[in-house]
């Protein structure tokens, strides 16, 4: 027994390191968790891995200018007539015995091994440099897309910042609450001891009481699902328990921004589109240069042996084509009126994001006035809903007041205080859609 006894001591302290870490909160500051957000949130990985593809596909587009390379090694054996002539030419080991007729007609096997090296040289595309720009806005207007989901995400984060903290927030105050009750709820079973009090009144106290606990168990859970949607958008475990260190302001000032700041034409969401129509533009060009010609050179170096890789003999080729595609029973007609149909649809697109983009931000600076007032208003309910759970709780002492109006005024007195708190985080809120839609940090 004695043996066992000290194996389970020696897992208890053991293990006591690991609660006690699994259980330590980890502080983080807002600057920290939008720079853990930008190293690790998978949505901002996701959107650089399609940028980078993006990259790739433009850079396939290498091939309108750069000479492409090949080198084959092919090894044949044959007895057509045709052909052992050929490759005895090709291998210089032809002689005067191989006119014979006898011998061209009936030759015996001959082996060949062919080594090429074949280059073959770009000079003048026009449909594909036309793609080739196409391939470049689209690289571009993905690099400003991902800009976008970074700064989307920045925005995720600081609202889950905070929604942490007002989740923080909303438990102490229910936490307060729950005590008050449970404070009015001892003393008013004492008063019923002495005959102050009916046994009603004790029953509706400890009714206040649950209903402040359920309120509580509530508040808790929705605090733990804050931390895990934070934990989630920071790229770290979701168990991690975490705690802010940047309080909100509990009395802020209303948000300034410039006039200069509020054109969207220069927001990334905006300028990738505009990159898209540009694409849309070049790729309308690509399809029209389909119908001039094209001009390309070509060459090859080859060694021919019996023996592989053998390099007994050699040669070599080089030339240039120009070819021209008259007609290609309407693919090229149809090709190029597709590209053009496309190209408005994006324009018109465009035009209806920008209005869309403008009512935004019409309604985000309206909505960011309109959450401030309700702060300032939220405070003076506050203030004055403190103030009368205050009298009440002197005059409740007192035994001048019923248990049921100083409940009643406590959970007023709660009830303001977490519309406060709520104002605060929606003005905050508004604030941070306010500097998405201008992709600038406002002054508060």
Known sequence: MRKIDHLLLLLAMLALPILASSQSKRQLSLQEALQLAEENNLASKSAEARELAARGQYRMTNSVFLPGLTVSTTGVATN???????????????????????????????????????????LLNLDGIYARKAAKNQYEAMSLQTQRVKANIRYQVKKAYFMLELAQNAVGVLETSVKVAEDALKLTKDNEAQGFVKHADVLEAMVRVDERKNQLLEAQNNMQSANEFLAHLLG?????????????????????????????????????????????????????????????????????????????????????????????????????????????????????????????????????????????????????????????????????????????????????????????????????????????????
């Open 80 to 122: 057509d007539p045709l052909s052992s002539f050929g490759f005895k030419l090709k291998q210089e080991i032809v002689t005067q015995a191989d006119f014979d007729p006898a011998t061209l007609n009936d030759p015996g096997r001959i082996d060949n091994f062919n080594t090429k090296l074949e280059v073959q040289q770009p």
């Open 236 to 444: 770290v475990d979701l168990n991690t328990p975490i705690e802010t260190t940047d309080p909100m302001i509990q009395s802020p000032t209303l948000a300034v921004w410039q006039a200069s700041e509020t054109t969207i034409e220069s927001r990334s969401d905006v300028q990738a589109i505009q990159k898209q129509i540009q694409g849309a533009e070049n790729m309308l060009k690509s399809e029209k240069m389909k119908f001039v010609p094209r001009l390309n050179a070509f060459g090859a170096y080859e060694w021919n042996d019996s023996k592989l890789l053998g390099t007994s003999a050699n040669n070599y080729l080089v030339g240039a084509s120009l070819s021209w595609n008259l007609f290609g029973g309407y693919k090229n007609v149809g090709s190029a009126q597709h590209a053009k149909a496309q190209l408005q649809e994006a324009q018109y697109n465009y035009e209806d994001y920008l209005s869309q983009s403008q009512i935004q931000l019409n309604q985000a600076k309206r909505n960011v006035e309109l959450k401030y007032q309700q702060v300032q208003s939220g405070k003076l309910a506050r203030e004055q809903a403190a103030e009368s759970f205050r009298i009440r709780n002197d005059r409740f002492a007192q035994g001048l007041e019923k248990t049921t109006e100083l409940l009643m005024a406590e959970a007023l007195s709660s009830q303001k205080n977490l519309e406060f708190i709520q104002a605060i985080y929606n003005y905050k809120e508004a604030v941070f859609q306010l500097e998405l839609l201008l992709e600038k940090d406002i002054n508060e």
